[in-house]
Nanobody, 126 residues
Framework: QEQLVESGGGSVQAGRSLKLTCTVSGFRYSPDCLAWFRQVPDKERDGVASIDGYSTYYAKFVEGRFTISLDNTETTLTLQMNSLKAEDTATYYC?????????????????????WGQGTQVTVSS
């Protein structure tokens, strides 16, 4: 069974760091594109960063602070979040799609992803 499971969320003070992990399992073939999204209540789900075998993409609001990475086995997706701000508070989701690489024009569109994790809460206090 294909599955994405996030971990690593929590509560931190502004300026500190957190690392989120997404365990990718059950895929016959590794997903073509993996991404992190985030969502706050009553808002749309926003793309944070994505990665495939060729490219990484970042939302402007996290550039220079967050780093996305994928291990060599393609089973652990990581989001290293540094210099956290109060506005980074959200539920963070891991997402995968199987039939298309990440592209600059659509990596951050939630509807383009096939599978989602359950989410992990990140709370940053100022």
């Amino acid at each position: 069974q294909e599955q994405l499971v996030e971990s690593g969320g929590g509560s931190v003070q502004a300026g500190r760091s957190l690392k989120l992990t997404c365990t990718v399992s059950g895929f016959r073939y590794s997903p073509d594109c993996l991404a992190w999204f985030r969502q706050v209540p009553d808002k749309e789900r926003d793309g944070v960063a994505s990665i495939d075998g060729y490219s990484t993409y970042y939302a402007k609001f996290v550039e220079g602070r967050f780093t996305i990475s994928l291990d060599n086995t393609e089973t652990t997706l990581t989001l290293q979040m540094n210099s956290l701000k109060a506005e980074d508070t959200a539920t963070y989701y891991c997402a995968a799609r199987k039939s298309k690489y990440c592209y600059s024009y659509d990596w951050n569109i939630a509807g383009g992803f096939d599978l989602w994790g359950q989410g992990t809460q990140v709370t940053v206090s100022s």
